[in-house]
């Protein structure tokens, strides 16, 4: 079965291809069934290895050697890494940009909104993993300052949010609440109650920074990675049923000339 990935119906990134991957496809088995693309799981190396390949060619099916695909060790931070002419092994980031039109960006997630970016005159390309501490700590405005500061334009950057946890399956605690409301009161329209529970969107406050920072052309794919376990890993999903670990799915992007 070939792995299924998803694109906006709304925003066109032309020359230049990308995807949020579905968990299908791959050949991992049991929990990470089966497109897990994460050394931090506890899946087989051999799997993943597959699997990220499995990724490049879908994304490259055209040329004739596949690009090879980056993917930094993400940990919630609030780091943009330049992928330049040296593109280093392991590297901890939690987003990364190119100019390159030979490799291949990517970042995993499993909850944690995946951001793409795409700057269409200077052909700059970046993936965001934007959980709530990185979105927090600014991971989305480094991104974007990275762009501009390697020559892009703020009226010339698309973006598009992918498939992440949705409010209704985002229940947090009164001090994460707090702490938001404390940061900036107007964060509080992030936030709804139910029976008493408050629960965030990841999505409405990851799309209002971008919306802040000046880019115009965004969409939002309004998918639960948690409801949606046919589709997506999950790791909240993981942690409710008491599970050992939890696969990641692939985000990928890449420059098309």
């Not at 998803?6 to 496809?25: A, D, P, V």
């Not at 499993?110 to 965001?128: F, M, R, S, T």
């Not at 008491?242 to 990928?252: C, L, T």
Request: with cysteine; aromatic share 10%.
């Amino acid at each position: 079965m070939k792995p299924k990935f998803i694109t906006s119906e709304n925003l066109i990134f032309n020359n230049c291809k990308y995807g949020f991957f579905k968990r299908q496809g791959g050949v991992s088995r049991g929990i990470y069934n089966s497109l897990n693309c994460s050394y931090l799981s506890d899946d087989s190396n051999k799997n993943i290895d597959k699997n990220r390949k499995i990724i490049s060619q879908e994304m490259d099916s055209s040329a004739n050697s596949v690009r090879p695909i980056v993917i930094p060790t993400q940990q919630h931070t609030n780091i943009c890494k330049i992928i330049d002419n040296k593109c280093p092994d392991k590297f901890i980031a939690d987003s990364i940009i190119t100019r390159r039109d030979d490799i291949i960006l990517s970042i995993l997630t499993a909850d944690c909104a995946p951001i793409l970016l795409y700057e269409n005159k200077e052909q700059i390309i970046g993936a965001v993993h934007a959980g709530w501490k990185g979105a927090q700590k600014g991971i989305i405005e480094n991104t974007v300052e990275q762009i501009l500061n390697i020559g892009g334009k703020i009226e010339n950057i698309s973006a598009i949010i992918g498939p992440c946890i949705q409010q209704d399956s985002y229940e947090v605690g009164i001090e994460f609440y707090q702490e938001f409301i404390k940061q900036d009161p107007s964060n509080k329209k992030f936030f709804k109650t139910i029976n008493r529970g408050k629960y965030f969107s990841l999505q409405a406050y990851c799309s209002n920074k971008i919306h802040q920072i000046g880019i115009r052309k965004y969409d939002v794919i309004e998918m639960d990675t948690y409801k949606n376990e046919m589709d997506f890993f999950s790791y909240r999903r993981s942690q409710h049923r008491n599970e050992i670990d939890y696969g990641r799915q692939a985000n990928a992007i890449l420059i098309v000339n």
